[in-house]
């Protein structure tokens, strides 16, 4: 019998500590998962407070809904935040109640443990699995078919920008070799593919060095999913249903989404961050960041749970 994975929540008390809950709080979380932070953040609110939970997974929301679904003021959503704004919420921002805007919004970026731990979903280059890697497992093409449709330069862009992976040239063409050969199947496939111009040499298991198709992995999972396209305008759009005081956490988990996160707060701070710098537009303040710097976990943390290593948490409180 497999057990389901559990996903120890990244930066627990650090978000508990900076979220500002009143009475009747009203809390969008925007990436549920299996419940860890709502279920603390719960803990912490009175009988009247809501909180609508919403995530793209159907395994991550059952889980959730397993956790906690005997909670009264949990309603969970199946949307990714990209689409939560858009009509067909329009039930579950009613269940919410909050006119004057929300209290607090959490976005915990990236995949969870029970997505990265279970070889079914393909994640994972540690435990052989399909080529999937979706998290919303009823659309969109898995990451075999995405592969199918790429050519030598796109998918070396892709490796290349979602992975900052130098040698995304020689590994895309040791892919779509593998793949025309009609040997690309599983994720253990994809990282021998990576492993056959990025061996990984006993020198670097003995330094005990991130895997080499780290990077490669993570750069398809990005593309597949789609998880930086709409980021900056999810989380704009998530500061627009802050009321005045209210906090919007975001956790990111590399730097590609920590840059976003940074490019969205500059331009909401006032300061003009886009092309055409020449006539600066100054926009009318909205956010800043509590912590400058962002917030890191300790390393009580960093060793209990090694994966929360590269998060970094930042709280964009709207003021206006
Ligand atoms: C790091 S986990 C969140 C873990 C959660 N905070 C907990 O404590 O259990 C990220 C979750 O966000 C979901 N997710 C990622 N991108 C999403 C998107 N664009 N829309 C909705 N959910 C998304 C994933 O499916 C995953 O379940």
Same mark, same amino acid.
């Given at each position: 019998?497999?057990?389901?994975?559990?996903?120890?929540?990244?930066? %627990?008390?650090?978000?508990?500590?900076?979220?500002? *809950?009143?009475?009747?709080?009203?809390?969008?979380?925007?990436?549920? @998962?299996?419940?860890?932070?709502?279920?603390?953040? %719960?803990?912490?609110?009175?009988?009247?407070?809501?909180?609508?939970?919403?995530?793209?997974?159907?395994?991550?929301?059952?889980?959730?809904?397993?956790?906690?679904?005997?909670?009264?003021?949990?309603? =969970?959503?199946?949307?990714?935040? #990209?689409?939560?704004?858009?009509?067909?919420?329009?039930?579950?921002?009613?269940? *919410?109640?909050?006119?004057?805007?929300?209290?607090?919004?959490?976005?915990?970026?990236?995949?969870?443990?029970?997505?990265?731990?279970?070889?079914?979903?393909?994640?994972?280059?540690?435990?052989?699995?399909?080529?999937?890697?979706?998290?919303?497992?009823?659309?969109?093409?898995?990451? *075999?078919?995405?592969?199918?449709?790429?050519?030598?330069?796109?998918?070396?862009?892709?490796?290349?920008?979602?992975?900052? #992976?130098? /040698?995304?040239?020689?590994?895309?063409?040791? =892919?779509?070799?593998?793949?025309?050969?009609?040997?690309?199947?599983?994720?253990?496939?994809?990282?021998? /593919?990576?492993?056959?111009?990025?061996?990984?040499?006993?020198?670097?298991?003995?330094?005990?060095?991130?895997?080499?198709?780290?990077?490669?992995?993570?750069?398809?999972?990005?593309?597949?999913?789609? #998880?930086?396209?709409?980021?900056?305008?999810?989380?704009?759009?998530?500061?627009?249903?802050?009321?005045?005081?209210?906090?919007?956490?975001?956790?990111?988990?590399?730097?590609?989404?920590?840059?976003?996160?940074?490019?969205?707060?500059?331009?909401?701070?006032?300061?003009?961050?886009?092309?055409?710098? #020449?006539?600066?537009?100054?926009?009318?303040?909205?956010?800043?960041?509590?912590?400058?710097? @962002?917030?890191?976990?300790?390393?009580?943390?960093?060793? /209990?749970?090694?994966?929360?290593?590269?998060?970094?948490?930042?709280?964009?409180?709207?003021?206006?």
């Amino acid at each position: 019998m497999t057990s389901t994975p559990v996903h120890t929540p990244v930066l %627990l008390f650090e978000v508990l500590d900076n979220l500002v *809950l009143p009475p009747a709080a009203r809390i969008l979380d925007l990436t549920l @998962g299996m419940g860890g932070h709502a279920e603390a953040i %719960l803990a912490r609110c009175d009988p009247d407070s809501r909180y609508l939970g919403v995530d793209r997974d159907p395994e991550a929301r059952q889980a959730a809904k397993q956790r906690l679904g005997s909670d009264a003021r949990l309603n =969970i959503l199946a949307s990714s935040y #990209e689409d939560v704004w858009t009509n067909h919420t329009f039930e579950a921002w009613q269940a *919410l109640q909050a006119p004057d805007g929300l209290d607090a919004i959490l976005m915990d970026l990236g995949v969870s443990t029970l997505q990265l731990k279970s070889p079914a979903r393909g994640f994972s280059f540690r435990d052989e699995g399909p080529l999937d890697m979706r998290m919303d497992t009823e659309n969109g093409p898995t990451a *075999l078919q995405w592969i199918a449709e790429q050519s030598d330069t796109t998918l070396a862009d892709a490796i290349y920008q979602f992975g900052e #992976e130098r /040698a995304s040239r020689p590994i895309a063409r040791a =892919i779509l070799k593998v793949f025309n050969e009609g040997r690309l199947h599983t994720t253990a496939d994809l990282a021998e /593919a990576v492993h056959s111009v990025l061996p990984m040499t006993a020198a670097l298991k003995r330094q005990h060095r991130s895997d080499t198709a780290t990077r490669t992995f993570q750069a398809i999972r990005i593309a597949v999913n789609g #998880e930086l396209v709409r980021l900056a305008e999810s989380i704009e759009r998530a500061i627009q249903q802050l009321r005045p005081g209210g906090r919007l956490a975001v956790i990111s988990f590399h730097s590609l989404e920590d840059r976003i996160v940074k490019q969205t707060l500059r331009r909401l701070s006032g300061i003009y961050d886009g092309p055409g710098r #020449e006539s600066p537009t100054v926009l009318p303040k909205v956010v800043r960041l509590i912590h400058a710097g @962002g917030i890191t976990p300790s390393s009580a943390e960093s060793q /209990a749970n090694p994966p929360s290593r590269s998060a970094r948490l930042e709280f964009l409180p709207r003021f206006s």
